[in-house]
Nanobody, 119 residues
Framework: VQLQACGGGLVQAGGSLRLSCAAR????????MDWYRQAPGKERELVAA???????NYADSVKGRFTISRDNAKNMVYLQMNSLKPEDTAVYYC??????????????WGQGTLVTVSS
């Protein structure tokens, strides 16, 4: 199983970006799908999470600005980021718990995509 994230880039403060992450491989189902981020010199933090049934959870710092969604048919998760701030600058990672060919759940990380917000 591989997670492939894309959609990062350079944007001005107040702008928007949409991140996408696809889970590929032998997949029977995907449980939770999350977005994390890691800014320079800081620990990786959970930004948003979504369960297989669509329940969501957000870090306080992004509530009202970011929206996580998923397409279960395509095994994809998205992060719509609006009203971006310079402090949102980080490498964003997707993470998913996947029931793969082993029929056991395993957690996988994507490779990360860089989001840079200029002031």
């Amino acid at each position: 199983v591989q997670l492939q994230a894309c959609g990062g880039g350079l944007v001005q403060a107040g702008g928007s970006l949409r991140l996408s992450c696809a889970a590929r491989g032998i997949i029977f189902s995907v449980n939770y799908m999350d977005w994390y981020r890691q800014a320079p010199g800081k620990e990786r933090e959970l930004v948003a999470a979504i369960t297989s049934t669509g329940s969501t959870n957000y870090a306080d710092s992004v509530k009202g600005r970011f929206t996580i969604s998923r397409d279960n048919a395509k095994n994809m998760v998205y992060l719509q980021m609006n009203s971006l701030k310079p402090e949102d600058t980080a490498v964003y990672y997707c993470k998913a718990e996947v029931i793969d060919g082993s029929h056991w759940p395993h957690s996988w990380w994507g490779q990360g995509t860089l989001v840079t917000v200029s002031s």
